[in-house]
């Protein structure tokens, strides 16, 4: 079974701090991604990576940015952390045809 | 771009009826590959089943889905639900080439007793 871990799992920020969420998988999965889950809009990507070094654009990314330093790590920071940005987070790694995901067990972040 | 529509919001079903949870897509792509992923309270969400064959019905725990590319439809259905099918459930696309889904967003089903 595929083994996706986020840390920390669950977060309570201020507003205009910085946070970091990170994900750390064992499959050896080139690709990760990165979604946050909302009551009325459901899963939307943020940022996803293809491999070590790589970045991509999801389709909310305005106010988050992504880092891949490795295989295994993806990261997901907020730099100036908003009201607006209080969710749900899961990172998901998946292999190169992208069929089946596996999903971390989600970061509840509550910005005050 | 793609998008996926889903039954919204609730579905309450009685214990040993059949379900139906609707999904409907749009894509202009032909080769296109769906999914189901359901997430039970508190988990994470998880592949149930997956199709990219037209008019092939595809099981996976007692569901089914068949998809319809001349109705744009992935619907899925069981015949007996049970009450631990109570979950949020994803339909979702992938086009060709991509290595990114484009889901839904979401129908969650309650089974009562």
């Known amino acids: 079974e595929a083994a996706v871990t986020q840390s920390p799992r669950n977060k309570v920020a201020v507003t205009g701090g910085k946070v970091t969420l990170s994900c750390n998988q064992t499959?050896?999965?080139?690709?990760m991604y990165w979604y946050r889950q909302d009551t009325g809009h459901g899963l939307r990507l943020i940022h996803y990576?293809?491999?070590?070094?790589?970045?991509e654009k999801g389709d909310i990314p305005d106010g988050y940015k992504a880092s891949r330093p490795s295989q295994e790590n993806f990261s997901l920071i907020l730099e100036l952390a908003t009201p607006s940005q209080t969710s749900v987070y899961f990172c998901?790694?998946?292999?190169?045809?992208?069929?089946?995901?596996?999903f971390g067990a989600g970061t509840r972040l509550s910005v005050l | 771009g793609d998008s996926v529509t889903q039954t919204e919001g609730l579905v309450t079903v009685t214990e040993g009826l059949p379900v139906m949870l609707n999904c409907t897509y749009q894509?202009?792509?032909?080769?296109?590959?769906f999914f189901w992923y359901v997430q039970y309270l508190n988990e994470a969400p998880k592949l149930l089943l997956r199709?990219?064959?037209?008019?092939k019905r595809t099981e996976h725990q007692g569901f089914h889905a068949t998809l319809h590319k001349s109705s744009s439809s992935f619907h899925l259905q069981k015949s007996s639900v049970q009450l631990s099918d109570s979950a949020l459930y994803y339909c979702?696309?992938?086009?060709?080439?991509?290595?990114?889904?484009?889901f839904g967003k979401g129908t969650v089903l309650l089974v009562s007793p």
């Open positions: 998901a790694s998946g292999e190169g045809k992208g069929d089946t995901l596996y």
């Open positions: 499959n050896n999965h080139n690709n």
């Open positions: 990576s293809y491999g070590a070094g790589s970045t």
């Open positions: 894509t202009a792509y032909s080769d296109v590959a």
């Open positions: 199709s990219s064959t037209d008019n």
């Open positions: 979702a696309l992938r086009r060709p080439g991509y290595n990114k889904l484009t």
